[in-house]
């Protein structure tokens, strides 16, 4: 075998272990989750069995995590942004950019009756929102709105804002962020040629 891919699976054992007692999981909890016997499991931990796609395949998933962060795979070089969303508020946030300050930009997802009750928030910056899947509700100041698939909205987000689903089904929308006095540059229409 490859010394490269011993080396890989060699530490597959430990990164399994970290993993589990970051999230303050047991043995017999994770052994509930993945339907891998805890004797396994902990085999696995301390390096005494070889890893295999179909004792990774459940774990990586118990763990929320990729294959690829779960063998310690080298990056590959494609500039795909890999997406690592976060629950918060109701809602899941997938972020489409890395780079700090600028414009950044999020695929937002609210489930099918979440956030319901409008609880508007205001901060620094400005946002531009686009719908992509569902209908979108969105509180602002005075005005209550509802975003079909195909539409947008823009506004300065010292205006008190809440966004939620419009009726019982979820939405998918995209949104840029920057901060104050920064603005996302829409053309609406091609400009005429000379």
């Known amino acids: 075998m490859d010394d490269d891919l011993d080396q890989a699976l060699d530490a597959v054992g430990p990164r ?15 052994s509930a989750a993945t339907g891998i016997s805890v004797s396994t499991l902990s085999r696995l ?7 295999t796609l179909e004792l990774l395949l459940p774990l990586a998933r118990a763990h929320g995590v990729t294959l690829d962060e779960l063998v310690g795979a080298p990056p590959t070089g494609d500039p795909r942004i ?13 972020p489409l950019t890395r780079r ?23 901060h620094e910056g400005y946002e531009w ?18 975003l079909e698939p195909g539409e947008a909205a823009e506004f300065d987000t010292r205006v008190p804002h809440w966004f939620g689903c419009a009726d ?15 603005r996302a540059h ?9």
């Open 45 to 51: 931990e301390s390096g005494g069995r070889r890893p």
């Open 168 to 182: 019982s089904e979820g939405v998918e929308f995209l949104s840029l962020f920057g901060s104050q006095g920064e």
């Open 82 to 94: 890999h997406l690592r969303p976060v629950a918060a508020y109701g809602m899941t946030m997938l």
């Open 100 to 122: 700090p300050g600028g414009i950044q930009a999020y695929k937002l997802i609210i489930p099918a009756g979440g956030r319901s009750e409008p609880e508007p928030k205001t």
């Open 129 to 146: 929102v686009y719908v992509l899947n569902g209908r979108l509700r969105l509180v602002l100041g005075e005005h209550d709105l509802v």
């Open 16 to 30: 399994l272990r970290a993993l589990r007692r970051e999230r303050e999981t047991t043995l017999t909890d994770l």
């Open 186 to 194: 829409l053309r609406a229409r091609p400009r005429a040629s000379r």
